[in-house]
């Protein structure tokens, strides 16, 4: 508990400084938002018609005194009013989360399931058939970009099978199927290299030709001592992986309209919707910091030479 309690007030000053940071560079955008907002909406309005609004948005206060009211009515959980919709940003960001984390959930779950036995497998197999085919399949994932792999499942999938629905008709795990195919493939891609160059590193160390010197069956060296030590390193992966799909991702939520924070933040972006444009950049500056908290948990109760090293230091 003194560790999480450690870790939890390192993260305090990097929030605020994230928020001050965003704040700034959203001032500094070098756009008027009000003029943006109307421009948007296809309005013309008088010079006294936007002045007013931006004194109602808080817009003609000094830059500090905007960043502490922001700031304050974030501790009291009010994020503020959409430029665009006047809606609450708290509750229409809220609204997009369970979009994102079935996405997330799918696509993930999706990405262990293939590349880790795929990698494990790679890696036994080094230097055969097996391993090559598998090696080059990732080198393939890898160079297709995301767009180009979405648009094959679409072509395939969608309109050819008729399987899955090309446009997202709603949070459900059909609808889904499309999305996180298309992420999952190029996430495996990376995971297997990645899984297998852990493997291998391990199967080449010295404990594991003593292992092997006491007659230990190979099937229980892999998995009771090389997946143990390798798994530092998939849980790295995954931690990067978990927080940039839960941050959202733009283009493939976009390309299959799906309502998520991903496909919020682009069109919030859009139309120069500053709350909604830092609540989004709240959401990932969080999702970042818990992940990694989560990360170094799990080091430190998986790995005794972390947990003696910290014990040094203190």
Known sequence: MKFVGKRLLQLIPILLAITFLSFAMMRIAGSDAVEEMYTARGTVVSDEVMQEKREELGLDRSFMVQYGSWLLGILHGDMGKSYVSGKDVFGSFLSKLPATLLLAAFSLGLTVL???????????????????????????????????????????LGLKLKLFPVISTGVNLRSAVLPGLTLSISMTAKYLRQVR???????????????KARGISNRVILWKNVMRSASLSIITLLALS?????GGTAIIESIFMWDGVGKLAVDAISMRDYPMILAYVMWMAIIFVLVNLATDIIYHFMDPRIRLGEEEEG
Do not use: C, H, W
């Not at 160059?197 to 292992?211: F, H, Q, S, T």
């Not at 978990?242 to 839960?246: F, K, Y």
């Open 114 to 156: 293939i590349s880790i036995p795929i990698g494990i497998l790679a890696a036994v197999r080094q230097g055969r058939l097996t391993d090559k085919i598998l090696r080059a399949s990732s080198f393939l994932g890898n160079a297709m970009p995301g767009f180009f792999v979405a648009m094959v499942l679409m072509q395939i």
């Open 197 to 211: 160059a852990a493997v291998l590193e391990e199967l080449n160390k010295d404990y594991i030709r003593g292992l």
């Open 242 to 246: 978990a927080g940039s799909l839960l």
